[in-house]
């Protein structure tokens, strides 16, 4: 599954409204175009649901996996969410393509590594389990491309390098780009993701990268109690999770956001529609 990629990364949006047409540029920094939303989802279902399964065979299946399972389900039914700029123009994505940055060990000074893991948009939260794991074992046992590409840029002067960074940004510009270095960027995809939940510590607004074109950038965080009143009087015990997400407004607006961010909640909030796939995978305009 995650070996199956297109050939080009997207295709371009032409039915686009004026606003949509005209934003990226008027917005031309994709820092400057970023709208920040925090949330919260109660967990103790999702929890439930690890519990279940770890039982059945899924022994490391955790809050990553359900999550990433998640939007794989978004991006499916909305594929607006899945759109990038390039040269100020709007794109379709091809593919899913999450980021993650992981730790090769669980200790303090250990290297990190970024993993890009593509998934099909009728992945059930099994699949994103067997895709994920089996990738990121991979990155653990050997260095990946892209680490070992920066590693020898790293051995030149800084003019060079320089010279190189802005040589890229050009055809990235233009989408002259390498398919060799896109496939292994982790400035390209759809989605960053990442964990703090491990470190005891909430989730940050994550700054969007100005180079390559991942629109949007997820950080979930520790698991909290809350004790809410409920309508007969009572005192009910839940478990949250806080998260934060940083996007490129300039790909859809405010209420396609909106959206797409609560049906996620309810995925979060009833994750037993994550074994089956989709109906139907929905297509973006033309």
Known sequence: MNEKKNKKEGRRIRTLDPMHYVGPYLMTSRVGSTNYFPGKVEVSVAEEYIKQK???GLKDFSMMHLFLAAFVRVYSQHPEMNRFIRGRRIYARNNIEFLITIKKEMKLNAADTVVKVCFEPTATAEDVYHVLNKVIEEAKNESGDFDKTVGTLCKFPRFIMRGFAGILNV?????LMPKSLVDISPFHGTL???SLASLGIPPVYHHLYEFGNVPAFFAFGRRYVEYEVQSDGSVKKCRYMDYRITCDERI??????????????SLIRKPV????PPEKVVEDIP
């Open 192 to 194: 960053v993701i990442t």
């Open 273 to 276: 529609l994550l074994d089956n």
């Open 171 to 175: 055809l990235d510009f233009y989408g």
């Open 252 to 265: 859809a607006d405010g209420h396609a956001y909106s959206v797409a961010l609560r049906y996620m909640n």
């Open 54 to 56: 770890k039982e059945q």
